[in-house]
């Protein structure tokens, strides 16, 4: 048996060891974040199985949310129907269900692309500044100026109802106050020393929008998201309610409680209470996690809780 002893062969390269440090460290915020805010994780934990129901509204739904059966018609909640039957004899537990994936689409889709646009929007004007920010705050005011929900108005009478013109004309009321609110911590982080030193090296000020500025304002983006949804929610429901939403026969919360009024001058109780259940404790769980998120990365509040 040789003496030598065996070494690594050059050619083939040693495996680098596997960092875990940035694991730990998000476990680490995750623990904290559950101790400081309980309240949030648990409205985070809510909205995921809201979602969850949305997307297996198909396999979970005991019915066809669009079905009419007229031997059933205004039946209140009982074994068959848990939760009563409208007008038109389709099952409300149901159509709740299937109400969740189009209010959660819209609400999540609006959300997504307005604050996206109102983050770069802010970033730039609050970057850039000068002539172009003078214009941009004239645009935002006169956005401003109008409520949201009588702009989505205007906007859905003239692009026309329909789900995608409905996600659009919420998406626009969700950018006036993300813009505002991100041009005031781009303002804040322009002058700082890493970006005048980024200035001086000669980089562009699209690499320094987008390299130093834009990850600063992620922390507000949270917030802004997590309180935003909630908004989106209410905004479709109010539009579902008045008749301009998501078109019938397709369900949502919203339409669900305007339908039923527009038939009934004394709508059936379960036909309101359940489905106003359902956006009130959504909108809650998202005014929570918004919250819990703006306590947990306001930088005043970290020391707090260890």
Known sequence: MSGRVATADPAIPA?????????????????????????????ALLLLFVIAIGALAPLIAPYDPILNSF?????????????????????????????????????????????????????STGYIGGRFDLISQRIIEVMMSFPTLILALLLLVSLGAGLHTVIVAIAVTRVPGTTRIIRSAALQFREVAFVEAARALGASPLWVMARHIAPQCVGPMLILVSLNLGGAIFTESALSFLGLGVPPPNPSWGNMLGGVLAEQFRPSWWLVVFPGIAITVTVMATNLLGDGLRDFLDPRLRGLID
């Not at 709740?96 to 646009?117: D, F, K, P």
């Open 71 to 123: 031997t059933e018609v205004r039946q209140q909640p009982s074994a068959a129907h848990w939760l009563g039957t409208d007008h038109l004899g389709r099952d409300t537990l149901s159509r709740i269900i299937y109400g969740t994936r189009v209010t959660m689409l819209v609400a999540v889709s609006s959300v997504v692309i307005g604050e996206l646009l109102g983050f770069i929007w802010g970033v």
């Open 15 to 43: 495996a680098s060891p596997v960092d875990l440090s940035e694991y730990d460290s998000l476990a680490t915020h995750l623990r904290r974040f559950a101790r400081q805010s309980p309240a949030a994780v648990g409205a």
